[in-house]
């Protein structure tokens, strides 16, 4: 095992808490983020529900020591990927080469939509520094900058499977010796944009979305950003021999990206992307289906995603299914952030055992005869954590997560 | 392992789409914009398709088929897309109705096409690729980072992939040539230029006209010239290789003031004994520009020599063999392929 991937810090911001310890007690303690629009500037306020984080930007920037006037995607990605980085807490060393992989849909299009208004009544009176962030890799070499790692920065964007992307080709930048670290993961903020983009596709939930439920009615959308400290066999041996220098949730033993090839935005029926990316990771991590012990759904609650998810799972699991849910049920799809989040969720669910709940679960989806998980639950027997991201432009990837 | 690029096609504003030669005319600039020279996509895309697609997905969809069919592959093991910006006109369309519509009755098919992965995903959905299908939007290194990820896909001894599409694409509006204008990008860097380029990657020795990918490689913010220096010779050297081993050297240089400093700087230090082109008169100014020069790379390995057509000097260089390329995007992210006749 000379060539496996560790992790070794966490970090997470989302609706239902502004760092990784609030989200875990908002996970143990049932509590979703997903409420009436109180920050976002739209003629939907009121009529749709999402999942905010609560913070305005200045505030936002006040905890990450930064300009308010950047992106509130580049403030999101700052404070998750700093965490992490304060998490993993990573022996002070000059050799080591780090690189920073992240993933966004929207890059800055919070502060381009309020750019473009100004733009279309008067261009001369558009403030150009509106529009600095507008690329995706704006954002990323922004923070890359705050965090002050240069060795290898990138960016990747793939609808809702960005961020796991992400996590693996960190890995894989690392097992081909390329880098020693890499803080990967993803970020992306509530925008007019993307609330109006699911708006006109009529695939959000007009109340709290309710995941893998025969009534199930869309999704809501959330925002936030979740990122990973991966690092090599020799570093992380090295992490733990000096136990003061933190610890090592677990490894990074799967991974897997397939395309579903059948539509730009819906999912085939039979779920062939699905099928595929989780066939695909378990392959590489040389484990059988009855080896999982938990899988986070990307489970998005739109009556499309749920069904091709729940059919992918049958044919590679068949009726003996592992606990599972969608953590969507709290933080709302939170894009491309959503595999970043869910990953720091699937580590802490192999490192303690935790399994989340499914909110708002009620009837089993029809042909579907597997439950997700209802309640909070420490499962000490947790080994294996499956964690799925499926998207527009059919791709489709999932991470496995292992116990050392 | 050696990577071989067996097909390389260029949608680029010369007459070099379909060609696995030069074009033999020079078209130069009319203002401070180079359009794509856009062939028929009837032959390429369902004509069903091609009134709903935006231009840049054309761009795309139309190149990645040339360059498999030049491969003689009809589905790849992989399909990896850099594009900075994206599909900008779906984007500003969309901004444009969310503003003028008040977030009402709007239709979803700009949205759908403004996702960054649209090209990409287009591309599998066509070619009913199942396979491993990434996109990268890291500003002007986009296509360098598909270009590493390609390269690894391909080296991963326990990977599935044998062979590769790889490409960029990047289009210029109205809209974004406007505001980079007001930012001044035209001062210091004289032509707007956009493309798609894909090639076609794979691990093994094949036909004859096979170039080989020898490596690629990145870095971001240099704190000065010497940095630059340093770096590109550690790459050289990396690879057992020193410029002496260099027949050309294809280098980012556009006329613009600003970045032409470091060129220049270069040309006088290591540099200096090479025979150095530029590529930019051809496809103007873009994030992913280094995607033509690599093409632009393959067509002068296949012939040996350097078009004389396209208004270069004719340089003694013998048969040329080994090609370094060096780009760097406003200064910040700097690029380096170095690719050689098999």
Redesign the interface.
Known sequence: MSKGVFIVGLGAISAIGNDLRECISALENGRTGIDAITRLQ???RGRIPVAEVKLTNAELANRAAASPRVSRTALLSLLAAREALDDAALPERSDLRIGFISAN?VGGMDR??QF??V??AD?SHAK?RG?VQH????V??WV??QLGI?D????????CSSSA?AIF?GA??I??GLLDVAVAGGADALT??TL??F???MILDGEPCKPFDEDRNGLNLGEGSGYLVLVSERLASAVMNGSEHGKIYCRLSGWA?????????ASSPDG??SY?AMQGALE?SGLCPSDISYINLHGTGTRNNDMAEGIAIRRLFGTQCPKMSSTKSFTGHTLGASGGIEAVFSALSVKYGFIYPNLRFRTPMDGFSCLPETTFSCDPAVAHVLSNSF?????CSSLIFSKL | METIIRAATALSPQQTFGRTSFPGELKDATGDRLRCAEPDYRNYIDPSLIRRMSRIIKMGVATARESLREAGIGIPDA?VTGT???CLSDT?Q???R???Q???M???TA????????V???I??M?????????????G??FE?ALL?AT?LL??T?GTVFNVLVGSVEEVTD?SH??LR??GMYRRYPVAGEGAAFFVLTNGRRGEDDVKLDAVS?F??PKGIEEIERRIVAFLAERQTGMEDIDLVITGRDGGKDGDAIYGQLLRSVFRAAVTIPYKHLCGEYPTSASFALWFAVQILRSGTIPTALGFEETETGRIRRILIYNHYLG?HHSLIMLSAC
Request: charged residues 15%.
């Open positions: 739209t003629t939907h849909t381009s939509e473009f208004e733009w279309l261009p150009l529009i690329e995706c890799g704006a990323t070499e890359a900058d240069g290898y920065v990138t960016t990747i964007s793939t609808a992307n080709f894989r930048l097992r081909q007019k944009f109006n983009g708006n006109s596709l990206n397939a395309n579903d090839a059948y539509h730009q935005t062939t992307g595929l590489r998207g527009f432009g059919g791709n | 399909i900075a910006y994206g500003v969309f901004l444009t969310i503003i003028e008040k977030e009402a709007l239709s979803p949205f759908i096409q403004s996702t960054h992965n649209t990409g995903g287009q599998a959905l070619l009913r690729c199942h396979g491993y299908n990434n996109t990268f939007v890291h500003r290194l986009s980072s990820d690894l080296e991963e326990d809209t406007a505001i007001r930012f990145t971001y913010k910040i």
